[in-house]
């Protein structure tokens, strides 16, 4: 269960990346984003914490880095899952639990400067200081709920993809166009208004721009939704808020075609 976990995490991370990272300009706020993740013992349910610790490395307390981004300051700066982070900029991470807080507080505060300095420990006991350039990205991050029920959402503040629905969708495309829909509710503010057909077609819109400025496919995006099953099948009464599935499509469709006539990705908009 514990790969499992792992597996999910990083392919939902790996996912979303493209679409934080190419979106900062339009996103109504942003972070700095480091090229790594990090984890700790206490992310993990109760049942997982002993295996974390044996096979993972995780310590009570500390702060660890998860995955690497390829391509980043941090690949360069040869950081690897399982280094676990003791300072950045010089301020040390606590592993006080009642400190979490002001852990926050440091990373936050330490990534904004386009140089940061982290002090690492390696798994074998090595310590030295790493020099991370971090990129602007969507402060938008996207969370796997572990659930049998097939659905994607959010709260206005993160997306949350259950663990049910990244299994029914195989490929990163379709994950990518869940993940950018309801990046677009976030974006769109969608969440203090009364939920309707119309705010759900306008996230649809919004999110097919996400994935072409992110570089997704949003041609394999679109045929897809034509045969697909879809988590929120709407109806075409007035008092159901989702539209349904051959309403969407032809939505895509439109959307699709005026993106295709601006001939460069990095000026579209909403």
Request: glycine share 6%.
């Amino acid at each position: 269960m514990l790969a499992e976990y792992q597996a999910l995490n990083d392919r939902l991370a790996r996912v979303a990346a493209p679409l934080r990272l190419k979106n900062a300009a339009l996103c109504p706020r942003t972070r700095r984003d480091p090229g790594f993740l990090l984890h700790k013992l206490d992310d993990y349910p109760d049942a997982l914490r002993p295996m974390a610790e044996e096979f993972l490395g995780l310590k009570d307390g500390g702060l660890f880095i998860r995955a690497v981004r390829p391509d980043t300051s941090a690949a360069k700066a040869r950081l690897e899952p399982g280094d676990q982070i003791l300072a950045v900029n010089t301020n040390p991470i606590s592993g006080d639990p009642l400190m979490e807080s002001y852990n926050r507080a440091v990373l936050r505060n330490g990534f904004e400067s386009v140089l940061s300095k982290v002090k690492i420990r390696t798994k074998a006991g090595r310590e030295f200081v790493a020099r991370i350039r971090p990129d602007t990205a969507c402060d938008i991050p996207s969370t796997v709920v572990f659930s049998q029920d097939i659905n994607g959402h959010t709260n206005g503040r993160e997306v949350l993809i259950t663990s049910a629905l990244m299994r029914s969708v195989p490929d990163d495309t379709n994950l990518a166009l869940v993940i950018a829909h309801e990046m677009a509710h976030v974006i769109g503010d969608h969440m203090r208004q009364t939920p309707t057909q119309a705010l759900e077609l306008e996230a649809d819109r919004m999110a097919l721009v996400l994935m072409a400025r992110a570089g997704y496919d949003i041609d394999a995006a679109v045929s897809f939704w034509k045969s697909a099953a879809h988590p929120h099948e709407g109806g075409s009464s007035d008092d159901n808020s989702h539209p349904t599935t051959q309403a969407r499509y032809k939505n895509f469709q439109k959307e699709l075609k005026r993106i295709k006539k601006v001939p460069d990705v990095t000026l579209l908009t909403f």
